[in-house]
C-alpha cells in the first residue's frame, strides 16, 4: 500500500517526490513569513506547537545560517493565476510554500501538515515522534472556487464547540463555504435582537417523531431546544475567516416557516398558528405577502448581514406549498393588484423583493433551484439540488449557479449496502464511489454559460441525525470524496488511487476523534 504520509486530500493538480530525502522538523525549526502570509503561518505554527509542544518562533526574515531548519512563507515573484493557488517544496533542510495570497498560501499548509504523520492533527504534545516530511514539490490550484458544505441546525442543534471542529475539517480537506442552515419549520437557531420571540418560541421544540416520518408513529416525549446567540456567532465568524471559510447563512421563506409563524402568528395565514413542528416533511406553512411581514424579514435580515460578512445570503424558497396563499383573500386579492399570474409568481415577486434588499446593503442572494419558478430574481444565485436541470437554466439565463443535485451530494442518505445493516436515515442511497464519480460541470453547457457554475456543495440535512458522533458518520468520508471533485483537476485519479490514499487519511481523522462510516469498498474495491 502507498506510504500513508502520501495520502494527499484532495489530490493536488501536480506532485512530484524528490528522491528519498526527509525533512526533519526540529525543536529549533523556525518559521519565516510576513505580511499577507504571516497569518497562514501563524495558523501552521499553532497545529505544529499543539502536536509536537516546541517553540517554533515565526520570524520576519532568514538568517541563512548553515543547517538552519526553517519553513518559510514566500511571496510569489508574480501573481499566480488563482488567489489560492500555491506551491509546495520539501527539501532535506528547508520547507517553502509560495503563494499571492494568504488563503494559498494556508492551503499550502494543509497540504504540509498531510506530509507529516497523522498525530500531527491529534493536538497533544509528541516530542517524541520521528515529525519527518518526504521531500516533495507540488503546484496546486483548485478547480472551483466554490466548495461548500451544508449542515442544518435547525432540525438538530450542534453545539458550537461542535461547529468549530467541523469548520477545522472543512479547511483542512481545502473546502472553502459552511452553508449554515438555520431556520426550518422544526426550529429557529438564531438569535436576532428585534425579534426575542424568534428564539424564545422558535427554537424550542416539544419533541420528534420516532423513526422515520412517513410512517406518522408517535413523539418521543423529548424536547428539544438551542440557539446561537449573536456573540458566539461573531466568534465563529472570526475563527472560519481565519481558516479562510465563508460562512452562508440560510434564513428560509416563504417556506419552511413554521417556527416563525409560530413565534409571531401574524406573519402567517391562519387563525391561530400551529406550534414549532414535532415532524418532518414539507409543510404547508407559509408567511403572508403583508408589507409588515415584509419588513419583518427585512429586519432579520439586516441582523443576518451584520453578523456575516460574505457577499452571499440564502433565502431558501424550495417546497412552498401554495395551498395557504391560494385559500386566502387577503393574499389573492395581493396577487391581482400585483398583476401577478399565479402563486409562483407571487413568490418569485416575494423572493425579489428580497434580493432588491439584499442588493442595497451590498449583498447576493441565494436560493434553491425553486426559486427559477415564476422568474429569477435580478442577480440570484441558483443551488441546483432537483438535479442539474436548475443549474443549467440559471446558467443558460446568465445567473451563476452551484452544484449540489440530492442523487450526488446529499449525505443524509444511506451509504451503500441494506438499510438493515445502517443507521436510519432518510432514504436513497449514496455511496462513497458515486460522490467522487460525480462530474459538477454538465457537458451541455458552452464555455459562455460554464463559466457561471461556481462550483459544488454537499448537503446534510439532520432530521436523522440527531447526535454529531451520528454527523460525523454520515459525513466523512463523503466530505473527503467530495473535497477532491471540488478541488482537484477534472482529469483527477481513479476511485481505487483515492481509497488508496484514503487509507491513510483515516489516519488523521482517527487522531480528531472523528467518527466516520468505515467504506465497504475497502473491503471490495
Not at 395 to 421: E, K, N, T, W
Amino acid at each position: 500500500m502507498r506510504d500513508p504520509v502520501l495520502a494527499l486530500v484532495p489530490h493536488p493538480v501536480r506532485c512530484k517526490r524528490l528522491g528519498d530525502a526527509v525533512f526533519a522538523l526540529r525543536a529549533t525549526t523556525r518559521l519565516i513569513a510576513s505580511g499577507p502570509l504571516f497569518p497562514a503561518a501563524e495558523m501552521l505554527a499553532v497545529r505544529l506547537r499543539q502536536s509536537t509542544g516546541w517553540p517554533l518562533p515565526i520570524a520576519a526574515r532568514r538568517t541563512d545560517e548553515a543547517g538552519e531548519s526553517r519553513i518559510e512563507f514566500r511571496q510569489a515573484a508574480t501573481v499566480l493565476p488563482d488567489p489560492e493557488a500555491y506551491t509546495l517544496h520539501v527539501a532535506a533542510e528547508q520547507i517553502t510554500i509560495t503563494a499571492s495570497t494568504s488563503a494559498g498560501a494556508f492551503y499550502g499548509g494543509q497540504t504540509l501538515l498531510q506530509l507529516f504523520p497523522p498525530a500531527v492533527f491529534g493536538g497533544v504534545p509528541r516530542p517524541e515522534l520521528a515529525w519527518h516530511a518526504p521531500a516533495i514539490e507540488i503546484e496546486d490550484a483548485p478547480r472551483f472556487r466554490w466548495r461548500g458544505v451544508m449542515l442544518d441546525s435547525a432540525r438538530h442543534f450542534q453545539p458550537i464547540d461542535y461547529i468549530r471542529k467541523f469548520i477545522d475539517l472543512l479547511a483542512q480537506h481545502k473546502l472553502n463555504v459552511f452553508h449554515w442552515h438555520l431556520t426550518d419549520d422544526q426550529g429557529w437557531r438564531i438569535e436576532i435582537k428585534k425579534y426575542p420571540r424568534l428564539v424564545e418560541v422558535g427554537s424550542r421544540r416539544r419533541e420528534t417523531t420516532k423513526g422515520h416520518g412517513k410512517y406518522r408513529t408517535e413523539g418521543d416525549g423529548l424536547p428539544v431546544t438551542g440557539y446561537y446567540a449573536q456573540e458566539e456567532i461573531r466568534d465563529l465568524v472570526a475563527y472560519a475567516t481565519q481558516r479562510h471559510v465563508h460562512i452562508l447563512p440560510e434564513i428560509e421563506m416563504p417556506g419552511h416557516a413554521q417556527a416563525a409563524v409560530a413565534a409571531y402568528p401574524k406573519l402567517g395565514l391562519l387563525p391561530k398558528a400551529r406550534e414549532v413542528s414535532c415532524r418532518w416533511g414539507i409543510h404547508e406553512t407559509l408567511f403572508n405577502v403583508k408589507p409588515d411581514t415584509l419588513a419583518f424579514l427585512q429586519d432579520v435580515l439586516a441582523e443576518v448581514i451584520s453578523l456575516f460578512p460574505f457577499d452571499y445570503i440564502h433565502i431558501g424558497g424550495d417546497e412552498a406549498v401554495k395551498t395557504q396563499w391560494r385559500q386566502d383573500a387577503d393574499t389573492q386579492a395581493s396577487l391581482r393588484q400585483l398583476g401577478l399570474r399565479d402563486e409562483d409568481h407571487l413568490q418569485s415577486w416575494f423572493i425579489g423583493q428580497m434580493a432588491e434588499f439584499l442588493r442595497r446593503h451590498g449583498r447576493k442572494l441565494v436560493g434553491w433551484d425553486e426559486i427559477l419558478e415564476g422568474g429569477l430574481a435580478s442577480g440570484a444565485t441558483v443551488m441546483s439540488w432537483r438535479g442539474a436541470a436548475g443549474g443549467i437554466a440559471a446558467a443558460r439565463l446568465g445567473h451563476d449557479a452551484i452544484m449540489c443535485p440530492y442523487d450526488a451530494v446529499y449525505f443524509d442518505y444511506y451509504q451503500g449496502g441494506s438499510p438493515s445493516v445502517e443507521p436510519l436515515a432518510i432514504g436513497g442511497d449514496l455511496p462513497l464511489h458515486k460522490v467522487h464519480a460525480y462530474e459538477p460541470a454538465p457537458a451541455e453547457l458552452p464555455a459562455e454559460h460554464a463559466r457561471h457554475i461556481l462550483g459544488v456543495q454537499g448537503q446534510l440535512w439532520t432530521e436523522y441525525i440527531p447526535t454529531t458522533s451520528r454527523l460525523d458518520y454520515m459525513a466523512f468520508p463523503r466530505i473527503a470524496a467530495l473535497a477532491e471533485v471540488a478541488w482537484s483537476p477534472r482529469e483527477r485519479p481513479p476511485f481505487a488511487d483515492f481509497v488508496t490514499r484514503l487509507c491513510g487519511h483515516l489516519r488523521r481523522l482517527d487522531c480528531q476523534d472523528v467518527r466516520y462510516r468505515a467504506p465497504l469498498e475497502f473491503l471490495h474495491p
